[in-house]
């Protein structure tokens, strides 16, 4: 199985997200109810698992002790 280099996929990502917030805008009547939208598309959506933002976050939880 061939996957695509990680950039390929972030690149793809920015695209479908830029074509979902056009019509999310074109759509929603209020910005509360877009950026609810917004949201949960992007969690769904994410070029990155749950486990690895949760590494992210930690990681970054734990670079800011060390300061």
Do not use: G, H, Q
Request: proline fraction near 7%; glycine fraction near 0%; aromatic fraction near 8%.
């Amino acid at each position: 199985m061939k996957l695509k280099p990680p950039d390929s996929s972030l690149d793809d990502y920015v695209a479908r997200r830029r074509a979902f917030v056009a019509a999310l805008n074109a759509t929603e009547p209020t910005p509360r109810e877009r950026l609810e939208c917004l949201k949960r598309w992007i969690d769904t959506n994410s070029p990155y698992s749950a486990t690895e933002k949760l590494a992210n976050l930690r990681r970054a939880l734990f670079e800011d002790d060390d300061r």
